[in-house]
């Protein structure tokens, strides 16, 4: 019974850990957001690949102030960071919490 009551409560603190990371994560492909995030991007790299401009402008400080948003469940915040800088809803998620950072809009 002891086992089974273990399982349990791990698999329930899994379920609860990825449901927090997905309501952490807003879906903001095709938002207002991301609009303006292309017409950044393009003015500072000279390009629409809002990957790129990831690697060149948001650093691993910028993006643990903008609350290290994640795409998934790593073990370390390098790792976090890696992964969030190749997926670009986690990119939109992390200008918008930076700026947020700030106050009002």
């Keep these: 019974m002891r086992t089974f009551n273990k399982s349990l409560f791990i698999l329930t603190i899994f379920c609860l850990a990825i449901a927090n990371n997905a309501y952490m994560m807003r879906h903001l492909i095709g938002s207002e957001i991301q609009e303006c995030l292309n017409c950044l991007c393009h003015a500072r790299s000279g390009c629409w690949n809002r990957l790129n401009c990831a690697n060149y402008s948001i650093t691993k400080t910028y993006w643990e102030k903008s609350g290290s948003p994640t795409n998934g469940n790593y073990l370390n915040s390098d790792e976090s960071f890696k992964f969030c800088m190749q ?10 919490g930076y700026t947020e950072s700030f106050g009002e809009k």
Excluded: F, H, S, T
Aim: charged residues 30%.
């Design 87 to 96: 997926d670009e809803n986690c990119i939109l998620n992390a200008v918008k």
